[in-house]
């Protein structure tokens, strides 16, 4: 096979026809799309003045963002594979400035801000309104991705009026199995700004290791980590989110438990059970009494006084880190298995007391806590749903709950959302990135086979999830109207067992790009038929600019298919 060899900047690119006059066979693409797209019946291109300038209202982060576009502007030299066909014209000046106006500066970067903006380009100057300035730097993206060639151009006549469909557009990444340094954690968060989506789910601890400096708990991190370079302390989180918030993304942090947390048994192993056990109970164990779900044991003990002593401090100080108005409490695969190790439980059970109960009990500790300090607090859907161990309806007050699903697809998102919860959508049957690499425990006899799938790989998830996997998922299908309004959106889903920065952006990007526009503009036509043929190609575009703004996002098809649009697609 011939090796095909391009120039990085051959690979930028700008996509296909967005919503233009029919007649007009421009190659103008944004990605999400948006949902309102015009151009004139004879669009025509202008270039950017070498002295572009943006000009922005006086707030600290769209200041930032305004910085970082104007330079992004004027040297992404970004180079479409298939050039769009609009003619340079010879009588419209160069554009000069792009003016913002955002009617209230004030609004604060939470849950369902107004991420409204228009944008219009003519010459010499183009103008940019939304009601905040989270809106402004969601337009800021759509005005650069306008812009291609060297020297760089614009189309002109341009109007654009968007909106996300969704306020919850999230990407998870945990940090507890394996570590990743600031520097890729800002990089994901970069990406994700290009692609509209807001928010950032920083899954920071597990089982595996609890790699967050707290000032009143030290000891969890220095004695929970992987090692003192592989902590993430007060400052980082502080550069994070400040870093985060220019590219208008929340940071919603989890600490989860009472599952999940063998770590914390380094620094306190009086509250923790089972910790550091093997992970399926001696030999023989039937699966119903092993100790958790994969490796790396450990649940706090809701029956010791110290354990909400620590949990309180941790909640006090993650509140403090982060201004985020949401707190993820997690709540997952909690295993009757791991708490019947310690003599605490046994008694209490041998009393008659019960799982749920010892899980209530914790939830009815810890959530009020959280809700006193203007928080929400966001559990798995495992905390009401889970067939083993579950906490009763009334422990949950939905004005002050949101449950994120994982397990069971539509239908569990049709459980909670009945049961009048918002909701958080991230079924593993769709937005779990992790799916389809394989297992990851060692000497697993599903791969001695010499016939067969061996094991389906060992994924407990697989397949893989594609993007068209992604894209194609309609997260309020079978829901009520009065349902689908407590869904809040989506988040796929990075777990770390078999990933670390080596592999961080190809596992995320161009998948996540998939949720992005599904979630921002919807995955179907005017018509209400999918675009997954549409966006296959518009996908492909956007996929190789994002290799030229330095994310290492994984092909879709073969380059060939990139320059022959829909010829290869399934069916014509």
């Not at 190659?27 to 797209?37: A, C, M, R, S, V």
């Amino acid at each position: 096979m011939k090796q095909i060899q391009i120039s990085l900047s051959l690979l930028l690119l700008l996509l296909p026809p967005l919503t233009l006059s029919t007649t007009t066979p421009t190659l103008i693409n944004i990605w999400p799309k948006p949902l309102n797209l015009t151009f004139p019946a004879l669009p025509k291109s202008t270039l950017l003045s070498p002295t572009f300038q943006i000009h922005s209202p006086n707030h600290p982060h769209l200041l930032t963002s305004s910085k970082r576009y104007t330079h992004l502007l004027l040297s992404e030299h970004h180079h479409p594979i298939i050039p769009p066909s609009i003619n340079l014209s010879s009588t419209s000046p160069p554009l000069q400035s792009l003016t913002i106006t955002v009617h209230n500066l004030l609004t604060p970067l939470t849950h369902a801000v107004d991420e409204s903006y228009t944008l219009t380009v003519s010459s010499p100057s183009a103008h940019l309104t939304s009601h905040t300035p989270w809106g402004a730097i969601r337009g800021l993206e759509t005005f650069s991705q306008l812009v291609w060639g060297y020297p760089p151009r614009i189309p002109i006549g341009v109007r654009v009026s968007d909106r996300p469909i969704f306020p919850h557009r999230g990407v998870l990444l945990d940090t507890s199995r394996n570590y990743y340094p600031v520097a890729d954690i800002l990089r994901t968060i970069k990406a994700m700004g290009e692609n509209k989506l807001n928010v950032f789910h920083w899954h920071i601890t597990d089982s595996h290791s609890f790699p967050i400096v707290l000032p009143s708990v030290p000891a969890l991190s220095t004695k929970g980590s992987y090692g003192e370079a592989m902590r993430y302390s007060p400052e980082d989180v502080k550069r994070i989110v400040d870093f985060a918030a220019s590219y208008a993304i929340r940071v919603v942090p989890e600490i989860d438990m009472p599952g999940h947390t063998g770590s914390w048994a380094e620094a306190y192993p009086e509250i923790v059970t089972c910790a550091n056990m093997f992970w399926t109970g001696p030999k023989g164990t039937a699966w119903a009494d092993r100790l958790a779900s994969e490796p790396g044991t450990g649940q706090l003990n809701p029956l010791h006084p110290k354990t909400y002593e620590v949990v309180r401090d941790v909640i006090h100080d993650v509140a403090s880190l982060f201004p985020e108005k949401f707190f993820h409490a997690g709540g997952d695969e909690v295993v009757p298995g791991c708490w019947k190790t310690d003599p605490m439980v046994r008694s209490f059970v041998s009393k008659g007391g019960t799982m749920d109960e010892l899980l209530e009990m914790f939830v009815n500790s810890t959530r009020p806590y959280i809700v006193s300090l203007n928080r929400t607090a966001v559990y798995w859907e495992d905390v009401l749903l889970d067939a083993t161990v579950k906490v009763n309806r009334s422990t949950l007050p939905p004005e002050t709950t949101i449950l994120q699903t994982w397990n069971n697809g539509p239908k569990n998102t049709k459980s909670t959302t009945s049961a009048g919860y918002r909701t958080i959508v991230s079924s593993a049957d769709f937005y779990y990135l992790d799916c389809g690499h394989g297992g990851w425990v060692g000497n697993d006899s599903q791969y001695d086979r010499q016939t067969g799938d061996g094991g389906n790989g060992g994924s407990w998830c697989a397949p893989f999830k594609t993007w068209q996997r992604v894209y194609d998922y309609d997260i309020t299908y079978g829901l009520t109207e009065e349902e689908a309004k407590l869904v809040l959106g989506g988040e796929v889903a990075l777990w770390s067992e078999q990933a670390d920065p080596t592999v961080l952006d190809a596992r995320i990007w161009p998948r996540a790009s998939a949720m992005a526009e599904a979630l921002w503009s919807g995955n179907r036509d005017s018509s209400g038929k999918k675009r997954y043929a549409d966006a296959t190609d518009r996908l492909n575009e956007w996929r190789y600019r994002m290799i030229g703004r330095g994310v290492g996002a994984e092909p879709i098809q073969p380059l060939w298919c990139v320059t022959h649009p829909g010829m290869c697609n399934a069916s014509q």
